[in-house]
């Protein structure tokens, strides 16, 4: 079993940034595949972003390009996305999300966070 466990949403203003973190433990949670995915009102939920726990390898969807960033420490078994430049359409909430390896399907994913809501005003 893999737990994990979303921190970090809140209010944030366009053009500010915003830290949200995902705390990862249980059995061979390093092997698996990590990534962000996001539910806004009304919308499907949606790919932001995956990686590897060594943090070679990394996706983005086109929309966060650029803004977003995913990122690892594995030191204290977390998970980051850092938004910066976030926009009123990247309002949602974002789960983090453990797969069976790097992939940017969510039906590929075993493991899911419980969420944290992310509200940006403009």
């Known amino acids: 079993q893999v737990q994990l466990v979303e921190s970090g949403g809140g209010l944030v203003q366009a053009g500010g940034s915003l830290r949200l973190s995902c705390a990862a433990s249980?059995?061979?949670?390093?092997?698996?595949?990590m990534g962000w995915f996001r539910r806004a009102p009304g919308k499907e939920r949606e790919f932001v972003a995956s990686t590897n726990w060594d943090g070679n390898i990394r996706y983005y969807a086109n929309s966060v390009k650029g803004r977003f960033t995913i990122s690892t420490d594995n030191a204290k078994n977390t998970m980051y996305l850092q938004m910066n430049s976030p926009k009123p359409e990247d309002t949602a909430v974002y789960y983090c999300?453990?797969?069976?390896?790097?992939?940017?399907?969510?039906?590929?994913?075993?493991?899911w966070g419980q969420g944290t809501q992310v509200t940006v005003s403009s």
């Open positions: 249980g059995r061979a949670f390093s092997r698996h595949g």
């Open positions: 999300a453990a797969a069976r390896g790097l992939t940017m399907k969510p039906d590929e994913y075993d493991y």
